[in-house]
């Protein structure tokens, strides 16, 4: 009989964030139509709570007002004394925290969403943080095939220096919703509906967890994380070339060694280096200008996870 992960207890608590970034308005949008009605988010015994990360900059309709939330939640920011010196946005962690954590203890909410949007063409993405976690890898396998034909990619962000203190790593299991392309302080029906869909999804498969179905072993295309790379500069720091058109648009495309990356206004093509073939991502997306990064390089692997189910429903 093939191994199998077993849960002693249901999935209980689960929230959905939107803005955390306060420009990414599809997340806003539906969080705050759930606050008025959240007659769809609902399963039974479950507690589903929708809920707006980033207040003031989603007033303000920008992406933070001090530094990223995005990024802040680690140990050290969330034990700091709160004082009025501290950015806004580690004081709004600590709160968050405060109230869907605290982080690393049992207390934590069982499931965080976070929802976000790209100016890049990546489409549905699901983020990833942990490749051995087989409840999650089932999930992502659940919504990728629930979502078919439309195509849904996963991006692992599981790497030693890249990883960063995300808004959902509060929780248990943090799931990040990517989905584009959408400009920032922009709403797209399109973009909307397939989030949308995706929450629904999510939300399904949880409910026939803790309803007893038992999910067989499974494995989903994944794409991790390898390197940022930045724009080509000049010896002022300032950005030298932009990204060439055969790769804008390209995200999830292969780009292979010698294959033109960039390109300056003289017309000079700068191409890709290294000696392997890589999964871009995130390509020119419009908030990482000052994060220096011009796309992500990925690998493509496949990951497997057990069967999964209740313990409370297996003989």
């Given at each position: 009989?093939?191994?199998?992960?077993?849960?002693?207890?249901?999935?209980?608590?689960?929230?959905?964030?939107?803005?955390?970034?306060?420009?990414?308005?599809?997340?806003?949008?539906?969080?705050?139509?759930?606050?008025?009605?959240?007659?769809?988010?609902?399963r039974?015994?479950?507690e589903?709570?929708?809920?707006?990360?980033?207040?003031?900059?989603?007033?303000?309709?920008?992406?933070?007002?001090?530094?990223?939330?995005?990024?802040?939640?680690?140990?050290?920011?969330?034990?700091?004394?709160?004082?009025?010196?501290?950015p806004?946005?580690?004081?709004?962690a600590?709160?968050?925290?405060?109230?869907?954590?605290?982080?690393?203890?049992?207390?934590?909410?069982?499931?965080?969403?976070?929802?976000?949007?790209?100016?890049?063409?990546?489409?549905?993405?699901?983020?990833?943080?942990?490749?051995?976690?087989?409840?999650?890898?089932?999930?992502?396998?659940?919504?990728?095939?629930?979502?078919?034909?439309?195509?849904?990619?996963?991006?692992?962000?599981?790497?030693?220096?890249?990883?960063?203190?995300?808004?959902?790593?509060?929780?248990?299991?943090?799931?990040?919703?990517?989905?584009?392309?959408?400009?920032?302080?922009?709403?797209?029906?399109?973009?909307?509906?397939?989030?949308?869909?995706?929450?629904?999804?999510?939300?399904?498969?949880?409910?026939?967890?803790?309803?007893?179905?038992?999910?067989?072993?499974?494995?989903?295309?994944?794409?991790?994380?390898?390197?940022?790379?930045d724009?080509?500069?000049?010896?002022?720091?300032?950005?030298?070339?932009?990204i060439?058109?055969?790769?804008?648009?390209?995200?999830?495309?292969?780009?292979?060694?010698?294959?033109?990356?960039?390109?300056?206004?003289?017309?000079?093509?700068?191409?890709?280096?290294?000696?392997?073939t890589?999964?871009?991502?995130?390509?020119?997306?419009?908030a990482?200008?000052?994060?220096?990064?011009?796309?992500?390089?990925?690998?493509?692997?496949?990951?497997?996870?057990?069967s999964?189910?209740?313990?409370?429903?297996?003989?």
């Open positions: 009989m093939a191994s199998c992960w077993v849960a002693e207890e249901p999935i209980k608590k689960i929230a959905i964030f939107g803005g955390t970034h306060g420009n990414e308005l599809t997340g806003v949008f539906l969080v705050k139509h759930w606050l008025r009605n959240g007659a769809e988010i609902q039974t015994g479950l589903v709570k929708p809920f707006i990360t980033n207040p003031r900059a989603v007033e303000k309709c920008t992406r933070y007002i001090d530094c990223d939330l995005n990024r802040v939640f680690n140990l050290e920011n969330l034990s700091k004394e709160i004082s009025d010196d501290l806004y946005e580690v004081r709004r600590q709160e968050i925290n405060h109230l869907f954590g605290p982080k690393n203890s049992e207390d934590s909410y069982d499931i965080i969403f976070d929802l976000h949007n790209t100016t890049s063409n990546m489409g549905c993405t699901l983020i990833l943080e942990d490749s051995k976690n087989d409840f999650l890898i089932q999930m992502f396998h659940y919504i990728k095939t629930s979502l078919a034909p439309l195509p849904c990619f996963v991006y692992l962000i599981e790497h030693p220096s890249l990883k960063y203190a995300t808004t959902r790593s509060i929780a248990k299991y943090p799931v990040g919703i990517e989905v584009g392309p959408q400009p920032q302080g922009v709403l797209r029906a399109d973009i909307l509906y397939q989030m949308r869909k995706m929450i629904k999804h999510a939300l399904d498969f949880i409910q026939h967890f803790n309803e007893g179905k038992e999910f067989p072993p499974c494995a989903i295309e994944v794409y991790k994380t390898m390197e940022k790379v724009y080509p500069r000049n010896e002022s720091g300032e950005i030298a070339a932009v060439h058109p055969n790769l804008q648009d390209q995200d999830w495309k292969p780009l292979y060694p010698g294959d033109p990356a960039f390109v300056s206004l003289d017309g000079m093509i700068i191409p890709l280096g290294g000696d392997c890589v999964y871009p991502v995130f390509v020119n997306e419009a990482y200008y000052e994060k220096k990064e011009a796309f992500a390089k990925t690998t493509k692997l496949t990951l497997n996870a057990k999964i189910a209740l313990l409370s429903n297996r003989n």
